[in-house]
Nanobody, 124 residues
């Protein structure tokens, strides 16, 4: 089992920045891809970003491309999402996910473990 705990969410102004963290505990998570998803009220879960096991490859959703950076530090069992140029439409609960795929995974159903989520609210 792997436990994932997100942190770093909060209230930010449009144009501002936030850095989300996802700390993993339990079995090592360095063997597989990790990702970030978000869900706004009344909307479906949306893919945000994914990173491979080594951290060498990344992939971003169209709505955040160019504004966010995903990274991971396997030595610290932690994944990050740096979000810049925030927009009100970025407001959502952000979830981190981990799995065993060796490639990039942008489909939620392919992930095995999920965190509880952290709220991000961007004011205009």
């Amino acid at each position: 089992q792997v436990q994932l705990v997100e942190s770093g969410g909060g209230l930010a102004q449009a144009g501002g920045s936030l850095r989300l963290s996802c700390a993993a505990s339990g079995r090592t998570f360095s063997t597989g891809a990790m990702g970030w998803f978000r869900q706004a009220p009344g909307k479906e879960r949306e893919f945000v970003a994914a990173v491979t096991s080594s951290g060498g490859r990344t992939y971003y959703g169209d709505s955040v491309k160019g504004r966010v950076t995903i990274s991971r530090d396997n030595a610290k069992n932690t994944m990050y999402l740096q979000m810049n140029s925030l927009k009100p439409e970025d407001t959502a609960v952000y979830f981190c996910a981990a799995g065993y795929s060796q490639g990039l995974v942008f489909v939620g159903s392919a992930y095995t473990y999920w965190g509880q989520g952290t709220q991000v609210t961007v004011s205009s």
